[in-house]
């Protein structure tokens, strides 16, 4: 016959019982209502991963889980389409402006809050008043200038060609310029008296110091040029140079939409959003944190 022991209590640091917290009405309300945000917030997703294990027979059935999962729909997605060239171009793109967008914008946002120059207000007000512009204004100016300098029949000319607009972002010179300015102008100073050079103290003090924020535009910045849609589809001319939304777009046609292969190939789109989310909430996570303790 076996025993079966109690759990131990939870103790504080003295050894004393910790009283348990009741759960009260705000409380209880509060559970309420993040439950109820992340059911809306994930049921998108589950119907899409859901849908994507469907037979084409199942598609147009209002249930929610399938019947008979199959892969069918990856399969052909994987094998008997450009998925993977797609793929590829789209995570070249995306990567390339994301790193293209933390470096300078990091050094412009560095230079604007920390260096004291004639017009520095002016040269702000002027970045910031371009996000004011909307995209499709631009898009005739870009595909011009794109078109007079014969850019998208090369291949490095075609990978710029879809680039170049996002190469840099008002936004994240905004953003960067206001985390350098809670920086101690004391540390510079004191690294400059060591001998450091302007491009070592930002590269190797004033850089780490503001990750966070680092964190937070690589997210935003590699997502909408991930998803971005409008520009390649008007600047792409070969079909070995389409990105994933554009390719996805095919899948929607005058004899009729596939739904499963577009489920599948959206499911398997979201993967690099949720690897570079993950490598970088620990940052944000931090970032919240240390702001919170400040003052």
């Known amino acids: 016959m076996t025993t079966t022991l109690p759990k131990p209590e939870a103790r504080d640091s003295a050894g004393d019982p910790r009283p348990r917290r009741p759960l009260n009405t705000p409380m209880l309300l509060a559970y309420a209502v993040l439950t109820v945000g992340i059911v809306v ?13 469907k037979s084409f027979q199942e598609l147009f059935n209002l249930s929610f889980f399938p019947e ?25 793109v995306a990567g390339v402006t994301t790193a293209s967008v933390l470096f300078f914008d990091s050094m412009v946002g560095y230079t604007l809050a920390k260096f004291d120059f004639p017009g520095k207000n002016l040269i ?5 008043s371009t996000l004011m512009i909307p995209t499709e204004m631009l898009v005739i100016p870009w595909f011009v200038g ?25 936004f994240g010179v905004f953003l960067m310029r206001q985390f350098f300015e809670t920086l101690p102008d004391d540390l510079l100073e004191a690294a400059r008296i060591d001998g450091m050079s302007e491009f070592g103290i930002f590269w190797r003090i004033a850089l780490p110091l503001v990750r966070p924020a680092l964190a937070s535009l690589a997210i935003f910045t590699f997502l909408g040029n991930w998803n971005a849609f409008l520009w390649p589809l008007i600047v792409i001319q070969k079909p070995e140079f389409r990105t994933l939304p554009v390719g ?18 959206s499911s398997l789109a979201v993967i690099p959003v949720l690897i570079v989310f993950a490598i970088f909430q620990r940052q ?12």
């Not at 892969?71 to 793929?87: G, I, P």
């Not at 702000?124 to 910031?128: D, G, H, K, P």
């Not at 996805?248 to 190939?265: C, P």
């Not at 944000?284 to 003052?295: A, F, N, S, W, Y």
């Open 146 to 170: 794109v078109s007079d300098l014969n850019l998208a029949q090369s291949t490095p000319g075609a990978y710029f060609s879809i680039m170049f607009p996002g190469l840099m972002s008002a």
């Open 248 to 265: 996805t777009a095919l899948f929607n046609g005058e004899a009729g939409t596939q739904w499963g292969l577009i489920m599948a190939a």
């Open 124 to 128: 702000f007000i002027l970045i910031l």
């Open 284 to 295: 944000i996570i931090e970032g919240i944190v240390l702001t919170g303790m400040k003052g």
């Open 41 to 53: 917030t994930l049921f998108p997703f589950m119907w899409m991963l859901l849908t994507s294990l």
């Open 68 to 92: 008979s999962p199959t892969l069918d729909n990856y399969r052909q997605v994987l094998l008997e389409t450009k998925f993977v060239v797609w793929f590829g171009n789209s995570l070249l």
